[in-house]
């Protein structure tokens, strides 16, 4: 069955931090990942995707992302997180007919 | 707004009434999903929609629900007999690649 594991539930930072949530993906075939934010208040917007290609993908505000086959990872990375990444993040994986397979999350919370 | 569009925001039922969700996804995709997200948690693949063909409802998580695209444009999703427990937020995504996803509509089942 497909999984996706974040292993990281709750996460605090101070400004300035360096970030990296760790993503771990159990899935059949070509895989597609996905990194998605919830702000307080907001619906899902997607952060970034990797379909193929390059393996070290970037994605809006900052953020990247590196797919490492080996490992069956996807961590998010931003070197220095501001207030305002104070969210919650979905890993995801999969997609077309099967729909998308999404972690529990990692709220994140960035201390001024 | 261009956006994936969601009705109503929010709805408050009794147990055992029948409730129905409305989707209007981005003008150009053909993918439409459903998904449902409890709190503390990501959200539940429920079923998938390529224009109006539904092509993956197995993941539905009763025979109460339902999913309609009947012109390949926006959906509804029906709960039939509501109980407590679906008490959720229910989310739409359209997709063409990658999904994109509503507001989402909070049901609160009394």
């Known amino acids: 069955a497909q999984s996706v594991s974040q292993h990281n539930h709750h996460v605090i930072l101070s400004e300035a931090a360096s970030l990296e949530l760790g993503c771990n993906y159990s899935y059949g075939g070509t895989v597609n990942l996905f990194w998605y934010v919830q702000y307080p208040g907001q619906h899902l917007q997607l952060l970034l995707k990797?379909?193929?290609?390059?393996?070290l993908v970037k994605g809006i505000k900052g953020f990247e992302a590196e797919f490492i086959k080996s490992k069956f990872s996807f961590n998010l990375r931003k070197p220095s997180v501001q207030w305002s990444d104070t969210a919650e993040y979905f890993c995801a994986a999969g997609g077309g007919a099967d729909g998308l397979t999404f972690g529990k999350g990692t709220h994140l919370i960035i201390q001024p | 707004d261009t956006g994936v569009s969601q009705n109503p925001r929010h709805k408050i039922t009794k147990r055992g009434q029948n409730v129905t969700f409305r989707c209007d996804p981005i003008?150009?995709?053909?993918?439409l999903y459903w998904y449902r997200q409890t709190l503390g948690q990501g959200p539940e693949f429920l079923t998938y929609?390529?224009?109006?063909?539904?092509?993956?409802k197995s993941r539905l998580l009763s025979d109460r629900f339902s999913a309609e695209r009947p012109k390949g444009s926006f959906s509804t999703l029906e709960i039939q007999r509501t109980e407590q427990g679906d008490s959720a937020m229910y989310l739409c995504a359209s997709s063409y690649p990658a999904p994109f996803f509503g507001e989402g509509s909070r049901l609160t089942v009394l």
């Open positions: 990797y379909f193929s290609g390059d393996p």
């Open positions: 929609f390529q224009n109006e063909a539904q092509l993956e």
């Open positions: 003008s150009e995709h053909n993918r």
